[in-house]
């Protein structure tokens, strides 16, 4: 017979057949005491397993959510060790440029005392040699000399020492160049310092 407990228990039995089930005899008093308490201990041993099932189920889900966290933070991790090595690598290649830079503008005045010699047949023997050595290291670190006669002039890369006027061009343009211009990248260590004309 099934007995009904709270809605939301489940069913218990309790056996109180007065004939045993395997032999099919009647059971004596103390037959029944022994399958009633074997009842009553089968409903306890069948509580404590539900309950350290509720209490299994209960611990998983702390775990769960422990890896979960756990997860999380080796994430965010990951991506702030991300983050710093991105940003030290681009000071890094910020800090090479600076320095070639701060390199390329100490020695602009050699450069261009090398230019002035190269200009008035000076630059011969060894010292030609080291000139050049000089310049082409300096352009392997990308510091690129320009200014050209004939070029459109442009007040951001040219600065004008001298001005005139004539009727072959069309727009200002570097008639001269006195001094040429130096840059690392797109930065203007110095400016050709030229002579420009303007159309009359």
Do not use: C, W
């Not at 218990?12 to 029944?32: A, C, F, I, M, Y």
């Not at 069948?46 to 966290?69: D, F, S």
């Not at 890369?157 to 001094?179: K, Y």
């Amino acid at each position: 017979m099934t007995e009904a407990n709270e809605p939301n228990e489940e069913p218990r039995s309790t056996d109180k057949r007065r004939l045993d089930p395997e032999t099919g005899e009647v059971r004596t008093p103390e037959e029944e005491v022994l399958a009633a308490a074997q009842s009553v201990a089968a409903e306890a041993e069948e509580a404590v397993v539900l309950e350290g099932l509720v209490e299994a189920q209960k611990l998983a889900a702390e775990r769960l959510e422990e890896v979960q966290r756990a997860n999380a933070a080796h994430y965010n991790l990951e991506q702030q060790y991300s983050a710093y090595v991105k940003r030290s690598k681009a000071e890094t290649l910020a800090a090479h440029g600076r320095g070639a830079a701060s390199v390329a503008e100490a020695l602009i005045p050699v450069l261009d005392d090398i230019e002035l010699a190269r200009q008035h047949g000076d630059l011969t023997g060894p010292f030609a040699s080291i000139a050049e050595k000089l310049e082409s290291t300096l352009e392997r670190l990308g510091v690129e000399r320009y200014g050209a006669a004939g070029e459109a002039f442009d007040p951001a890369v040219h600065e004008a020492l001298m001005h005139g006027h004539s009727a072959e061009v069309t727009e200002t343009t570097v008639q001269n160049v006195l001094q040429p211009g130096y840059r690392f990248a797109d930065r203007v260590l110095r400016p050709a310092r030229v002579a420009v004309v303007d159309p009359e």
